[in-house]
């Protein structure tokens, strides 16, 4: 069973940035791709971006293309999300998902997901 343990959410002004740090414990698996998800108030859960094992391949939302920044940690088992220039429509609960391939987060293939860290930007 595999347990995602998100944090760094908080409350930021508009423009400002924040940082999201997810670690991985359990049965993860040899190898497996990492990601974030999000839910904004009212709406549907929606990918932002994700990661593969190597790292060699990287997939974003458009909505966040050239403001969020995916990476892991030398050990693996952790995922980081830098999210720069912040727009009051970025105000979700993020959730750290895994998965075998970064291709299944996109398309909502996912295999455990953690319970969320608030992000609130204010205008």
């Known amino acids: 069973q595999i347990q995602l343990v998100e944090s760094g959410g908080g409350l930021v002004q508009a423009g400002g940035s924040l940082r999201l740090s997810c670690a991985a414990s359990g049965h993860t698996g040899n190898y497996y791709a990492m990601g974030w998800l999000r839910q904004a108030p009212g709406k549907e859960r929606e990918f932002v971006a994700a990661i593969s094992w190597s790292g060699d391949n990287i997939h974003y939302a458009d909505s966040v293309k050239g403001r969020f920044t995916i990476s892991r940690g030398n050990a693996k088992n952790r995922v980081y999300l830098q999210m720069n220039s912040l727009k009051p429509e970025d105000t979700a609960v993020y959730y750290c998902?895994?998965?075998?391939?970064?291709?299944?987060?996109?398309?909502?293939?996912?295999?455990?997901w953690g319970q969320g860290t608030l992000v609130t930007v204010s205008s």
């Open positions: 998902t895994t998965a075998p391939y970064s291709d299944y987060i996109v398309s909502g293939r996912l295999d455990a």
